[in-house]
């Protein structure tokens, strides 16, 4: 189910263009397919994917947790109503300030990327319960950028090194289990059946009670219920707490970018340029990344079908939304709908070439809330006037 182009409508008309729209029951949905697949599983949600106060105040309500790694993350998370206890911090940069920090706010779940990271934490000397983050060394058949879980990545430790700190946690009973997070956008059971042999190893050793495999499942057409199939089996084998990590999966269907055309050029190749682009939205540019792309109110009845390019409005050839694609002639005025937009899309704006970050609305019983409001120069202007 979508929005309607009705509703579409009313967002332009009220909030203006380019905005993120969220669709609160469509996260709903998603949550409630990971949970009937994996009942067992507790859901520690990336806050990365979708940090937006309404995105996470309806998850704290349905009974999600959080993964954060900066004290940005964690504050919204509190903020959002999802308690500390439920709060897991991860990330390669933890450093003494982010430990202090998050101690202070009651966080006693923490994934260790490093043995460097643990000698920061083990000075604190607290009453916390670590995961080991596994790198698995693998390719987890993902664009490079998202390849977190590759041997040359930055993340986590190889095997036996991950072996040999459990041993330490262990000896002082702070051991919760073993964090792996291959990558993002792995549709590949394969690359879970790799994981888990890995990780068969390390629960031989060490009967940690945790398995936490992280998130990066592929939007659209994730094989979830193979997947499910395949995890039960194994925490059912060691006895196993399963913790899914799941950014984009929550979030990704249920966002969306409004934007409208603001120029059309004719040429050899077609350029529509809209009032998005890569400031608001990165990752064509970034990963390029494939977003369907529709006209509202339009359809191939009412115009001939052409192939356009959709650039957006900045001075930067990378400034693009989706290339090649076919619609019914765009023109200037017309309103274009990115869909898949509700992870990693306004997390990652920037106010490159002083674009104003567009607003986000929540769309929820049928009705809209504004979640941020647009820009103004003026915010772009107030930090420097310090
Ligand atoms: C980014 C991230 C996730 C979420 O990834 P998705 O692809 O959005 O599901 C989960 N865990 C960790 C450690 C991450 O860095």
């Known amino acids: 189910m979508s929005l309607s182009d009705a509703l579409l409508q009313r967002v332009a008309e009220q909030y203006g263009t380019p905005t993120y729209i969220y669709d609160l029951e469509a996260i709903g949905r ?104 596994l790198n698995p060394a693998l390719d987890p058949r993902t664009h490079e950028h998202l390849a977190t879980g590759a041997a040359s990545s930055k993340f986590g430790m190889p095997l036996e090194e991950a072996g040999q700190l459990a041993e330490e946690l262990a000896a002082r009973g702070q051991l919760l289990g073993f964090h792996v997070h291959a990558g993002s956008q792995i549709g590949e059971l394969a690359v879970y059946e790799q994981i888990l042999a890995q990780l068969a190893e390390l629960y031989q050793q060490f009967p940690a009670g945790l398995l936490d495999i992280g998130g990066g499942f592929a939007v659209p057409n994730f094989p979830l219920a193979e997947f499910a199939t395949r995890l039960r089996d194994f925490i059912r084998r060691y006895d196993l707490q399963l913790v899914l990590e799941p950014g984009r999966y929550l979030v990704a269907e249920a966002g ?31 990963y390029g990344a494939l977003h369907p792309i529709r006209l509202i109110g339009v359809t191939e009845t009412d115009r001939p079908l052409v192939m356009v390019d959709i650039d957006g409005p900045l001075c930067e050839n990378a400034d693009r939304l989706g290339r090649a694609r076919t619609l019914p002639s765009p023109r200037r005025g017309d309103l274009l709908l ?49």
């Open 256 to 286: 969306f970018l409004l934007t409208r055309v603001v120029q059309v050029k004719a040429g050899p190749v077609n350029h529509v340029i809209a009032d998005a682009g890569m400031a608001d939205l990165l990752r064509p540019a970034l």
């Open 338 to 386: 990115v869909e898949q937009a509700g992870a990693y899309g306004f997390t990652m704006a920037s106010n490159y070439a002083s674009s104003l970050r567009p607003a986000e609305v929540a769309v929820r019983d049928g009705g809209l809330i504004l979640a941020r409001r647009r820009e103004t120069v003026e915010d772009l202007l107030r930090l420097e006037d310090a």
């Open 30 to 133: 998603a949550l409630g397919r990971l949970r009937r697949a994996l009942p067992e599983a507790r859901i520690h949600y990336a806050v990365k994917a979708n940090p937006n106060g309404a995105v996470l105040r309806h998850l704290a309500a349905a009974g999600v947790g959080a993964e954060v790694i900066t004290l940005g993350e964690l504050r919204r998370a509190l903020a959002a109503g999802i308690p500390a206890k439920r709060v897991l911090l991860g990330g390669p940069g933890q450093d003494t300030a982010l430990i202090h920090q998050a101690l202070g706010c009651g966080v006693r779940q923490v994934s260790l990327d490093s043995l460097s990271q643990w000698r920061l934490w083990q000075a604190e000397d607290p009453q916390v319960g670590f995961l080991v983050r």
